[in-house]
């Protein structure tokens, strides 16, 4: 399942989670650290890992 990162606009607090795609699109994220629904995704970068040598 993707990781998603979200960050507070309350307390600030950025943290990560686990979604599956129904679960992503129902939009409803709370801040683990005060409960607030105003949050936003925070687009990270990154790097898939494959078994194939460059």
């Given at each position: 399942m993707p990781t998603y990162s979200y960050?507070?606009?309350k307390c600030k607090k950025q943290y990560e989670e686990?979604?599956?795609l129904k679960e992503y699109s129902e939009g409803k994220r709370k801040c683990p650290?005060?409960?607030s629904e105003d949050v936003f995704q925070v687009l990270d970068l990154f790097t898939p890992k494959t078994s194939r040598k460059a």
């Amino acid at each position: 399942m993707p990781t998603y990162s979200y960050k507070c606009r309350k307390c600030k607090k950025q943290y990560e989670e686990i979604l599956s795609l129904k679960e992503y699109s129902e939009g409803k994220r709370k801040c683990p650290k005060c409960g607030s629904e105003d949050v936003f995704q925070v687009l990270d970068l990154f790097t898939p890992k494959t078994s194939r040598k460059a």
